[in-house]
């Protein structure tokens, strides 16, 4: 078989409970509708999506509407513009709190935990109260329906009420990753046109106070931002007259409904960094990012209103707002974490879920792969039979992380829901199914009506072959372009093949059912002719028991093009050596094929990655050939550059 297709043929390694069958919000809503299997679903949804996303809103999310579209689905304007919820008029408000406060207005909407121990709980009802008060302090600064502000804090219960109080209030949300320096902050804020910016005096970071205020200082007088609001999180910093302390927002009772907003009204521009220019910021809507993320959270991840979630996440990723709108909708119960996911030991997460019930439980496989090198014991001593979903994103699984996952955490009961999407889809375009059966590293299928298809390069569909991972029709959540750059939205995505959304990842799709994500396009190394997905030769490298983690990349040949080169962290206890070396390279050999034998393995002490543990793969190659590195923003641990350099 041609190295381009050449995934190994993993066994199942977990199976849904028989006795379950049937149980899982998406299994039901296939039994009402008649459909025997997704691909059913997905054929009737591509038939008549007006039908299918009608059926989404009105009966899978029940979203109280203010008054009824006059078209659910308008692509009249052209498929990369294509409208939904026509004409409907609604407040997300009405959705994500209301309800729930007037039917289980004890129920708990929020729980915080602080680095430090703290531990803070918010029901819906005084939920709603706080985000009702929020909502009416902004709009007495002067702010009105459609201006942009940025929220730049950390995980904090004022994070998710400030989410909440502007889209109730028809604000426009900015996030901005709570790691970010004043440049970056400024760049997205000015990017926007923001007239006003919320964030806190600091926050803590493995027991160290972080100053975010003079970023955000700094930021707001290079943007040009009109108001900053302040969050008291570490105490001890003096505001400024311009300063605005965000409890004084919360003084006075609201004198009015929320307003009522059209669907397709600004709810969010949210940035994603790219290897060159500036960020991109991608519009979402009302009716849009809300309830595609709720649909995934029901159809992918079986969440309902008893259910308990929590995501390793930050504000400013788009899992951050993916999980507060989705969660809400639902009426489940949110869990936000502040801090570091190993401190002050390496059990914080898995204590954290013991503590709170978390019945879901969102981690990416770069933290899996960092703390099981921590040891089992950190797992095993903790009680997680609350939970009953696992959930990942972000970037391609290993096989032993994989099994790790699920032997450890899971207790081979849960399902690790893989989910793979991005910023501009609102969520999800391939996810692992809990009522299917799983292979490692795989997803089942791709999510209701995404009309998923993996396309060779004269854009035919293709099976058991790497393409591009593309879709076929528009969606609920997709992106309405790009911030004041609609050319570079048409250009980044539907360029390639007409009236086709062409992702940039590359993925297989194989004839037993099973869709792999192999990396994002541009991470693709050609050697000899032969393209190779980085993951494979990660996954091949991490396979030995003396390494935890493992970048790969290509580096220019004068003969093959490209020579594979991997970065590696060892294990606790084994230390870098020509041997070791010699056994990488063989490993990955044999693997992957003397033609993919790498040219160089270089141990490195750090691999650089965000907050959330998504390794920067770019930085890693652009750092190696001395090439411009782009946005490095999101780089939580710029000491990983010196390694690299170090290493060569």
């Known amino acids: 078989m041609d190295h381009e297709t050449d995934i190994p043929d993993l066994p199942v390694a977990w199976r849904p409970d028989p006795a379950k069958a049937g149980t899982t919000r998406f299994e039901k809503f296939l039994d009402r509708h008649g459909f025997p299997d997704l691909d059913a679903l997905q054929a009737e949804a591509a038939r008549d999506p007006g039908w299918f996303w009608q059926t989404v809103v009105e009966e899978e999310l029940a979203v109280p509407l203010r008054r009824q579209p006059t078209s659910w689905v308008d692509g009249s304007q052209g498929v990369p513009w ?4 026509v004409g409907a008029r609604l407040n997300l408000e009405d959705a994500l709190l209301d309800r729930h406060a007037a039917a289980r207005p004890g129920a708990t909407a929020l729980i915080w935990e602080g680095e430090d121990g703290e531990v803070r709980s918010f029901s819906y009802a005084a939920a709603k109260e706080t985000v009702d008060r929020l909502r009416h302090g902004l709009m007495k600064l002067g702010l009105r329906a459609g201006d942009r502000v940025g929220v730049y804090l950390p995980m904090l219960p004022e994070t998710v009420f400030s989410v909440l109080a502007l889209a109730s209030a028809g604000l426009v949300f900015v996030p901005i990753f709570s790691g970010y320096g004043a440049k970056a902050v400024a760049t997205r804020l000015a990017d926007a046109g923001a007239r006003a910016l919320i964030t806190a005096d600091g926050f803590l970071r493995r027991a160290r106070r972080v100053d975010m205020l003079a970023e955000a200082r700094q930021a707001a007088i290079d943007a040009g931002t009109e108001h900053v609001i302040v969050v008291t999180r570490v105490g001890g910093s003096r505001l400024s007259p311009r300063e605005i302390p965000f409890g004084t927002l919360l003084e006075a009772a609201p004198d009015g409904a929320s307003p009522t907003l059209d669907a397709e009204d600004p709810l969010m521009v949210i940035y994603t960094s790219g290897t060159t220019g500036r960020p991109k910021g991608a519009l979402h809507v009302q009716a849009g990012f809300p309830l595609k993320a709720a649909q995934d959270l029901a159809h992918a991840f079986d969440l309902g209103q008893e259910d308990t979630l929590f995501w390793f996440t930050d504000m400013g990723w788009m899992m951050g707002p993916w999980e507060v709108y989705g969660s809400f909708l639902h009426g489940s119960t949110l869990v936000i974490y502040e801090g570091s996911p190993d401190h002050p030991a390496p059990d914080r997460l898995w204590a954290l879920v013991e503590r ?6 969102g981690v990416s ?13 950190f797992v095993t001593s903790h009680d997680l039979s609350s939970l009953r979903i696992l959930g990942s994103t972000g970037e391609p699984w290993n096989v032993a992380p994989w099994l790790w996952f699920s032997r ?5 009961r849960c399902p690790i829901v893989n989910y793979s999407g991005g910023t501009e889809t609102s969520g999800g375009i391939l996810a692992a199914y809990p009522h299917l059966p799983q292979k490692p590293c795989a997803f089942t299928g791709p999510l209701p009506g995404m009309q998923a298809a993996v396309l060779d390069t004269d854009g035919r569909p293709v099976t058991d072959a790497v393409g ?3 879709l076929l029709s528009p969606w609920l959540g997709m992106t309405r372009g790009f911030w004041n750059d609609r050319g570079r939205y048409l250009e980044s995505y539907w360029s390639t093949v007409p009236d086709v959304w062409v992702h940039g990842d590359f993925a297989l799709h194989t004839a037993d059912g099973f869709w792999y994500i192999l990396g994002r396009s541009d991470d693709t190394i050609k050697v000899a002719g032969k393209r190779l997905g980085p993951a494979e030769a990660e996954s091949a490298a991490v396979s030995h028991a003396a390494v935890s983690e493992a970048v790969a990349i290509g580096r220019p040949h004068p003969v093959k093009g490209e020579a594979l080169v991997l970065f590696v962290v060892t294990r606790p206890g084994h230390e870098p050596s020509d041997d070791l070396r010699r056994e990488i390279v063989d490993r990955v050999a044999a693997q992957l094929g003397k033609a993919l034998r ?3 393995v270089y141990f490195v002490t750090e691999l650089p990655h965000t907050r959330n543990g998504k390794i920067l793969r770019r930085l890693v190659r652009t750092r190696h050939l001395g090439l411009p590195p782009g946005d490095i923003g999101a780089l939580e641990n710029p000491s990983a550059l010196t390694a690299i350099d170090e290493a060569r």
């Open 82 to 85: 294509t409208r939904f919820l």
């Open 356 to 361: 709170h019930g978390v019945t879901h439980l």
């Open 365 to 377: 496989p770069t933290a899996i792969r960092s703390l099981m090198g921590q040891g089992d014991h």
């Open 408 to 412: 450890l955490v899971g207790g081979g």
């Open 468 to 470: 591009e991972l593309s």
């Open 598 to 600: 790498p040219e160089a």
